[in-house]
């Protein structure tokens, strides 16, 4: 199977968590004994957005500031990649074709951001877009994808399966929330919607969860 897998920096990166990144290799390498094929997205977590006020403090444009967040997020894809050696690729890749490259060389690919304007959920839609992937899954700080803000509201509930014409709805009721729009960027649904691929939202902080993803076990929210 192709997966994506986009890594919360919310999850690893918030701040730097040296075990869970650890148990992700782990994963890694066990998706590719298993003959899975995967390209990793991970974003900058707190770090990042460090970055991006140090730069907007000191005057700097909003392009600027997303590139220092790419440029963190690809320090994080680094630290995976160089764990993982040889069963990975030599660089982070800096374009989707550079990572389409290496998933067809049959290494596990990992990469941060991209390009100003977007966030590495958009990145991920794009991968697995281009790639053809069977699935997407986004490790997440959250159990799934819930009716409104679970960090707002407590009658919050979580959805178990979604199709991606009522995910809009969800996003464009909830859009004056933060919550449910951080929970995935609408700009990577309107790719995955496109393509019909596949995406799982769930907690990260269990890469376990990952593996249940992928064995079409119930686990977080299922967008189809
Ligand atoms: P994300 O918000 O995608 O990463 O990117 P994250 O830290 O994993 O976020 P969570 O865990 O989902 O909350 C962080 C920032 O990096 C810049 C944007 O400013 C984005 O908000 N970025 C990222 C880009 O400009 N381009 C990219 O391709 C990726």
Known sequence: MRIVLRIGGSVVASPSNPSLIS???????????KGHEVAVVVGGGTLAREFIKAAKDIGLDEKAQDEVAISISRLYAQLIL????KLSCENVPLTVEDALEYLDQGKIVVMGGLKPGMTTDTVAALIAEKANADLLVKATDQEGVYDKDPKKYANAVKLEHLKFKDLSRVLAENKHKAGIHQIIDPEAIKILRRKKVKMVVLNGFKPENVLCAVKSERIGTLID
């Open 82 to 85: 160089r764990a993982l050696g």
């Open 23 to 33: 148990n992700y290799v782990d994963l890694l390498k066990d998706l590719r004994k």
